[in-house]
T-cell receptor, first 115, second 115 residues
Framework: GESVGLHLPTLSVQEGDNSIINCAYS??????FIWYKQESGKGPQFIID?????DKRQGQRVTVLLNKTVKHLSLQIAATQPGDSAVYFC??????????????FGAGTRLAVHP | NAGVTQTPKFQVLKTGQSMTLQCAQD?????MYWYRQDPGMGLRLIYY???????DKGEVPNGYNVSRLNKREFSLRLESAAPSQTSVYFC??????????????FGSGTRLTVV
């Protein structure tokens, strides 16, 4: 059964509407950010990424906005579909010497799309 | 190309029993990670291996041990399972080549219940 998503903030939207999922990150030195989608019973899957030298990046139906001043990241999904229902995680990357990278994950937001 | 493969997918243990969760990746990635995911808690890092031959503790290492058997395989062992270790466990891997791209590739998870 569904265990991921319990007690997480939930965004409920109507099919066809646009969705905006927000995330606050913690480290001003983070250089790279990723949004993941996790469907029930599956591992997180990469959706879109953005580097710290950018403010906006667009993919297919998805846009990520980065505001470094307030350490805020958002994911916009256009024309939300039932298949978009999932838990969405943001992650910030911290780079260490020697080439090692470490992702720090947010708690996640559950997106529920209603017909 | 299977990506990250975890076994088993489901497991029920009695308190005090031991078991090893297996993880293998076929992407020639240098770094591998073990996370646990509990309802409302997001992903928490248990252990990671930045490269073959090295392992380090993450946020919640107590009660676990790991082995980086070779570049492909990274196992997680519970020596004496406790009900608090009931969770979904994810293995992930990443490439350390600069620039860091696409984040981590996750396996499909192991659902562990300790009774």
């Amino acid at each position: 059964g569904e265990s991921v998503g319990l007690h997480l903030p939930t965004l409920s939207v109507q099919e066809g509407d646009n969705s905006i999922i927000n995330c606050a990150y913690s480290n001003s030195a983070s250089d790279y950010f990723i949004w993941y989608k996790q469907e029930s019973g599956k591992g997180p899957q990469f959706i879109i990424d953005i580097r710290s030298n950018m403010d906006k990046r667009q993919g297919q139906r998805v846009t990520v906005l980065l505001n470094k001043t307030v350490k805020h990241l958002s994911l916009q999904i256009a024309a939300t579909q039932p298949g978009d229902s999932a838990v969405y995680f943001c992650a910030e990357n911290m780079a260490f010497s020697g080439g090692y990278n470490k992702l720090i994950f947010g708690a996640g937001t559950r997106l529920a799309v209603h017909p | 190309n299977a990506g990250v493969t975890q076994t088993p997918k489901f497991q029920v243990l009695k308190t005090g029993q031991s078991m090893t969760l297996q993880c293998a990746q076929d992407m020639n990635h240098n770094s591998m990670y073990w996370y646990r995911q509990d309802p409302g808690m997001g992903l928490r890092l248990i252990y990671y291996s930045a490269s073959e031959g090295t392992t380090d503790k993450g946020e919640v290492p107590n009660g676990y041990n790991v082995s980086r058997l070779n570049k492909r395989e990274f196992s997680l062992r519970l020596e004496s399972a406790a009900p608090s270790q009931t969770s979904v466990y994810f293995c992930a891997s990443s490439d350390i080549r600069a620039p860091f791209m696409y984040g981590y590739t996750f396996g499909s998870g192991t659902r562990l219940t300790v009774v």
